[in-house]
C-alpha cells in the first residue's frame, strides 16, 4: 500500500501491517494527507524525514495538532510515494502481487493560512493567462 490509508495509525488496530499489507508507505493519517511537503511520511510505522519546514496547529481545534501547512517546501511527497510504487512494481514485476495506490490528489491543505493546491509547479500550465486563483484554489 502506497499513499494514503486513513484507517488507522502505527500501533492502533487500523495499522495498515494488522489489515493485511505487507507493506506501506506515505500516510496513515487523513489529516496529515492535507499537506503535500510533510516533515515525514510512514514507511511500515516508522517516520521518514523529509526536508520540509512545517508548522503544526493547535491541539485545542478539530485537527487535534495534526494538521498543518508547509513553511519551506523542499520534498512532494507524492513524487516520493509515486516512486515508491513504481520500485515496488519492478521488483515484484514477475510474481502476482495486489498494489492499492491511492493519491491524495487534488486536495487543497484547508489548514494553511491562503487556501491552496500544494503543487511543486505548474508545469506546462504555468504560462497559462489564468489567475493563480484559478491554477491553485478550491475554485477549480
Known amino acids: 500500500m502506497f499513499g494514503k ?9 487500523g495499522d495498515p501491517l494488522k489489515q493485511g499489507w505487507d507493506t506501506y508507505f ?4 487523513q489529516i496529515r494527507a492535507h499537506n ?5 511520511l510512514l514507511k511500515d510505522g516508522r517516520p521518514v524525514p ?3 519546514e512545517v508548522k503544526y ?7 487535534k495538532g495534526i494538521g498543518s501547512y508547509s513553511t ?10 509515486a516512486e515508491a510504487a513504481l520500485q515496488f512494481v519492478r521488483t515484484n514485476r514477475d510474481r ?11 486536495h487543497d491543505n484547508g489548514e494553511a493560512p491562503k487556501l491552496q493546491m500544494e503543487v511543486p ?10 489567475s493563480r486563483t484559478a491554477k491553485d484554489t478550491r475554485k477549480w
Not at 506515505?26 to 493519517?29: E, I, Q
Open 121 to 130: 509547479s505548474f508545469g506546462r500550465y504555468a504560462k497559462r493567462g489564468w
Open 5 to 13: 490509508w486513513g484507517l488507522g495509525n502505527p500501533g492502533t488496530t
Open 96 to 106: 502476482p502481487f495486489f498494489l492499492y495506490l491511492p493519491f491524495t490528489l487534488p
Open 26 to 29: 506515505g500516510y496513515t493519517d
Open 72 to 81: 519551506k517546501q523542499n520534498v512532494y511527497s507524492h513524487d516520493l510515494i
Open 50 to 52: 523529509l526536508e520540509n
Open 36 to 40: 503535500y511537503f510533510p516533515d515525514f
Open 57 to 63: 496547529l493547535s491541539k485545542r481545534s478539530w485537527h
